[in-house]
């Protein structure tokens, strides 16, 4: 585990451009990147994959300098390369956990050291101009912006919202086959993680998963694996409190 404060509380002051959207966050990790090749040394980020309807959409957030921070084995915290135990206040992954809070996710639930807790949060997410203090902005500068929640549908391991797009009517009950290859795919999931797995973690292993990948609808197998009634109805494992068991 990371020995990084990663909380909005605890910080000190200092992809595409989707935008206005409801979706899931379906993983979150700590990586390095040069933005693809725009800076001369890979940097640590935030990076966070949305569902948007099923479709998968990368953003990344800085969290600081590479001199300071580096992401832990695995990839979940951060670890710290010189003095500084805490993110700063104006770094966007700051910005972007302090508007989950914001809106709703209760700091409790928030582990100080490892991002995965939000996981499977369903929101609505807005793109907000931001200044940074200290800087002085040039005369043609664009407005710096940074992908931000506006609205908490549900928390994870909760039966609310599925990432749907505004507008959108009730999906009809799933096809037996879709469903029975879904389950098949999530029991695979299951046993390699021993028998157990945090549904926020098989929602980010189904992203990567090639079986799903290898589905007629990949996005209905994606919507249905983060139905929580679907979880709940299955034999093949038990589901409570955000967790997937197979004895």
């Known amino acids: ?3 990084v404060d990663i909380r909005p509380d605890l910080a000190g002051e200092g992809g595409g451009l989707v935008d206005d959207f409801d979706g899931t966050i379906a993983d979150l990790r700590f990586v390095m990147t040069d933005y693809d090749g725009n ?3 890979p940097v640590p980020v935030g990076r966070i994959a949305f569902d948007i309807d099923g479709e998968e959409s ?4 800085s969290v600081g300098g590479n001199a300071d921070f580096a992401p832990d084995e695995t990839g979940r915290g951060l670890k710290k390369l010189k ?3 805490a993110l700063t206040k104006t770094c966007k992954y ?3 956990v302090d508007s989950l809070v914001q809106s709703g996710f209760p700091l409790n639930r928030l582990d100080p050291k490892d991002c ?3 996981i499977g949060t369903v929101g609505h997410f807005l793109r907000k101009a931001v200044e940074f ?3 002085k902005r040039k005369k043609d500068d664009r407005d710096s912006t940074v992908l931000l929640c506006t609205k908490i549908i549900s928390l994870p391991g909760e039966d609310g919202g599925k990432g749907k797009a ?3 009517s009730k999906s009809a009950a799933p096809d037996d086959t879709l469903a029975d290859a879904v389950a098949g795919i999530i029991q695979g999931v299951i046993i390699e993680n021993d028998g157990e797995v945090a549904k926020k973690n098989l929602l980010s292993a189904l992203f990567k998963s090639e079986d799903v990948k290898a589905l007629d609808d990949k996005k209905g197998a994606l919507k249905l694996a983060s139905d929580d009634t679907f979880l709940k109805s299955r034999d093949e494992w038990t589901y409570e409190e955000g967790m997937l068991k197979m004895e």
Request: aromatic content about 8%; glycine content about 12%; hydrophobic content about 40%.
């Open 94 to 96: 700051i910005m972007f």
């Open 39 to 41: 800076v001369p040394d």
């Open 58 to 61: 990368v953003q990344l957030y």
């Open 166 to 168: 505004k507008g959108k």
């Open 83 to 85: 003095s500084k135990a």
């Open 116 to 118: 995965s807790s939000v």
């Open 1 to 3: 585990m990371g020995d």
């Open 133 to 135: 203090k200290g800087l």
